[in-house]
Antibody
């Protein structure tokens, strides 16, 4: 059974950093691009970043470019999102997702950026 | 970035109604579009991929159509469990972009 489990969320002050992790199981992780998508409280979905299957290419939303870094470790079946210079507007539930016949989502982890 | 304009932002409907939601892309995206349903407190769930392909396990009352710039999600006969928010997503090129969402509420 395919599972994606995010962790690493919490409360952080503006300007600080946080690293999210997403551990996956139930499929051949190294064959899939992996995504992060976020949703601010009461708002819509925002695609954040993708890392291709071998980590060779990464793409970002303009809103996070230069501050967030996506990476993966295929030996650990895990994808990461390093978030630096956090802003209050980065407050959101962060989901990792795999694309195969649409996006398959984890349950998300909540990040709150507040002083 | 490609802009996805989804409409309406909300609608009120009754059980048994036919419901239609549209998404328009700011440029052609072939059929690289998927539709998601999200209920409060839950992660989104894919309903349709490649514009018109029904994901396994999704009821056949859901259907998708369109290609290029104009796309439609149709619920042929709304059921109580279908009250939720729906999003389109273009996966034609990066950065991927979602529509703003459509909240389907009970009339």
């Amino acid at each position: 059974q395919v599972q994606l489990v995010e962790s690493g969320g919490g409360v952080v002050q503006p300007g600080r950093s946080l690293r999210l992790s997403c551990a996956v199981s139930g499929f051949t992780f190294s064959s899939y691009a992996m995504h992060w998508v976020r949703q601010a409280p009461g708002k819509g979905l925002e695609w954040v970043a993708v890392v291709l299957y071998d980590g060779s290419n990464k793409f970002y939303a303009d809103s996070v470019k230069g501050r967030f870094t996506i990476s993966r470790d295929n030996s650990k079946n895990t994808v990461y999102l390093q978030m630096n210079s956090l802003r209050p507007e980065d407050t959101a539930a962060y989901y990792c997702a795999r694309y195969s016949r649409g996006l398959l989502w984890g349950r998300g982890t909540l990040v709150t950026v507040s002083s | 970035a490609i802009q996805m304009t989804q409409s309406p932002s909300s609608l009120s409907a009754s059980v048994g109604d036919r419901v239609t939601i549209t998404c328009r892309a700011s440029q052609g995206i072939r059929n690289d579009l998927s539709w998601y349903q999200q209920k409060p407190g839950q992660a989104p769930k894919v309903l349709i991929y490649d514009a018109s392909s029904l994901e396994s396990g999704v009821p056949s009352r859901f259907s998708g159509s369109g290609s290029g710039t104009d796309f439609t999600l149709t619920i042929s006969s709304l059921q109580p469990e279908d009250f939720a928010t729906y999003y389109c997503l273009q996966d034609y090129n990066y950065p991927w972009t979602f529509g703003q969402g459509t909240k389907v509420e009970s009339k």
